[in-house]
Nanobody
Framework: QVQLVESGGGLVQAGDSLRLSCAASGRTFTSNAMGWFRQAPGKEREFVAVIGGSGGKTYYAGSVKGRFTISRDSAKNTVYLQMNSLKPEDTAVYYC?????????WGQGTQVTVSS
């Protein structure tokens, strides 16, 4: 059974940093893209960042570019999201996502709350 487990969320102040982790189990995603999405209260889930297989290219939403960095440790089957200069509008539940062939997997989400 494939599982994605996020961790690292919390309550911080504007300007602070957090690092989210997403540990995958049940299969390896070394050659597959993995990414992060987020969903704020009353809003639809939105794309945040993605990293290609084998630590390939990265892409970011415009709202986080320059502040967030996605990376992965293939040996640990884990993807990270380093979030710097956090803003109140970054408050959301952050979800890890992985795709393999026709399958798509989601984690349960981790809450990030940024106070002003």
């Amino acid at each position: 059974q494939v599982q994605l487990v996020e961790s690292g969320g919390g309550l911080v102040q504007a300007g602070d940093s957090l690092r989210l982790s997403c540990a995958a189990s049940g299969r390896t995603f070394t050659s597959n893209a993995m990414g992060w999405f987020r969903q704020a209260p009353g809003k639809e889930r939105e794309f945040v960042a993605v990293i290609g297989g084998s630590g390939g290219k990265t892409y970011y939403a415009g709202s986080v570019k320059g502040r967030f960095t996605i990376s992965r440790d293939s040996a640990k089957n884990t993807v990270y999201l380093q979030m710097n200069s956090l803003k109140p509008e970054d408050t959301a539940v952050y979800y890890c996502n992985a795709r393999a062939s026709i399958y798509e997997y989601w984690g349960q989400g981790t809450q990030v709350t940024v106070s002003s």
